[in-house]
């Protein structure tokens, strides 16, 4: 398989895990718990939604022909508490995913050393995604670290449960060695 093809179905596979960690994470919690925030120096998961669905659209509408940070985009507003209901955090979830999937999905081999810039700074369309595969999951992974806080004992791990590594291990080399992506099995374990 040609590295670039095998890169974008990598991507697309990762980022999708990482959205289903996110929506798996805010499924375990009360309507109430998605608007909490600790302190004023810290965002809630409906905030840090809000925050990412911004994002996406900024950076995925017109990603190949227009700089990504939108003049319409008005981030600062992003991080004020504003969502009222799960309904609404989830379609601003959806509105951002949404426009960022059907973008990846329509990217082509041939666009992948193509400069496009974010704030007038260029950067190749690998950079460009490889920069959002590390920016998501950094917000995706503050999301399941305050659902498990919020959620305490009643937390359904989204990955391997405390003290079963030795068993999940034992399971993986009991099988035969295969080429695929670690998400593959995930993705269907948390569905």
């Known amino acids: 398989m040609e590295a670039t093809v095998s890169y974008l179905e990598s991507v697309k596979k990762q980022f999708l895990y990482y959205k289903m960690l996110g929506e798996k994470a805010f499924g375990q919690l009360e309507s109430e718990q998605l608007f909490v925030s600790l302190n004023e120096n810290t965002n809630s998961i409906a905030v840090i939604v809000k925050h990412l669905s911004g994002n996406m659209l900024s950076r995925w509408t017109d990603f190949l022909t227009t700089d990504g940070e939108k003049e319409w985009r008005n981030r600062d507003d992003e991080f004020e508490d504003t969502i009222q209901t799960k309904e609404e955090l989830i379609a601003f979830w959806n509105q951002g995913w949404d426009c960022f999937l059907t973008t990846l999905e329509s990217l082509e081999t041939n666009h992948l050393s193509q400069i496009i810039y974010i704030r007038n700074e ?16 950094y917000h995706i992974g503050q999301i399941v670290f305050y659902a498990k806080l919020l959620k305490k004992n009643e937390w359904n791990s989204l990955s391997i449960p405390k003290n079963k590594s ?26």
């Open 122 to 137: 260029g950067h190749t369309v690998i950079e460009a995604i490889n920069r959002q595969l590390a920016h998501y999951p």
């Open 166 to 191: 030795s068993s999940y291990n034992a399971d993986k080399f009991s099988k035969e060695k295969t080429i695929k992506n670690f998400t593959d099995e995930e993705l269907k374990r948390l569905q």
